[in-house]
């Protein structure tokens, strides 16, 4: 069985800062990782994904998340934020030729606030 | 538009009075699934399906039908709702289930 965990329930920073939110997972076969952003009152947009190729992935809007396969982990990263990044951010992941065909496992989510 | 769509949006209902979500999209999509999201608890699969006419139980599908009748559409019915199914509930869909998921806009459903 695959299970996920997010360390941080709720991360506040200030605009302009850095920020890492921290995603393990624990799965028996190999996975593919996703990040997901809910803005408020809104449905999951896909932010990025890690499928195979390169470790270190990039969205289009500025954040990153390297997958390590040593330490089961997929942290998203920003260099800079900004507030419109406010949002809850679920990290998932999906086996790869497991028994739970197709299904997402979802973290418990970090509510990422940016305060100015 | 590429899209996944659900109705309703709201809805607030009584125990034990039967309801159907409804959940469509248009992109030729083989797979569906139904989540729900609590508080705390991410988002947890209630029942997907693979293709037409193929479905089957998630982590949380107790109290849940669904059915698939047709590639576009994966109805999930509450048969008899209870309060605890109190919560925000995603369809999605995938061209081929392992990878990532469409998610439509949700359906926040209250149980008095």
């Known amino acids: 069985a695959q299970s996920v965990t997010q360390l941080d329930s709720q991360v506040p920073v200030f605009e302009e800062a850095p920020v890492e939110l921290r995603c393990n997972y624990s799965?028996?076969?190999?996975?593919?990782l996703f990040w997901y952003v809910q803005y408020p009152n809104q449905g999951l947009q896909l932010l990025l994904k890690?499928?195979?190729?390169?470790?270190l992935v990039e969205s289009i809007n500025g954040f990153e998340a390297e997958f390590n396969k040593s330490q089961t982990s997929f942290h998203l990263r920003k260099p800079s934020v900004h507030i419109s990044d406010t949002a809850e951010y679920f990290c998932?992941?999906?086996?790869?030729?497991?028994?739970?065909?197709?299904?997402?496992?979802f973290g418990q989510g970090t509510i990422l606030t940016v305060h100015p | 538009e590429a899209q996944v769509t659900q109705n309703p949006r709201y809805l607030i209902t009584v125990t034990g009075k039967k309801l159907t979500v409804t959940c469509s999209q248009n992109?030729?999509?083989?797979?569906m699934s139904w989540y729900r999201q609590d508080p705390g608890l991410g988002l947890r699969q209630i029942y997907y399906?693979?293709?037409?006419?193929?479905?089957d139980k998630g982590d949380v599908p107790e109290g849940y039908k669904v059915s698939r009748k047709e590639k576009r559409n994966f109805p999930l019915i509450l048969e008899s709702p209870s309060p605890n199914q109190t919560s925000l509930y995603f369809c999605a869909s995938s061209p081929m289930g392992v990878g990532e998921q469409y998610f439509g806009p949700g359906t926040r459903l209250t149980v008095t």
């Open positions: 799965s028996s076969v190999s996975v593919y």
């Open positions: 890690y499928l195979s190729g390169s470790t």
């Open positions: 399906s693979m293709n037409v006419e193929v479905t």
């Open positions: 998932a992941v999906s086996d790869i030729g497991g028994t739970s065909y197709g299904k997402l496992t």
């Open positions: 992109m030729n999509h083989e797979y």
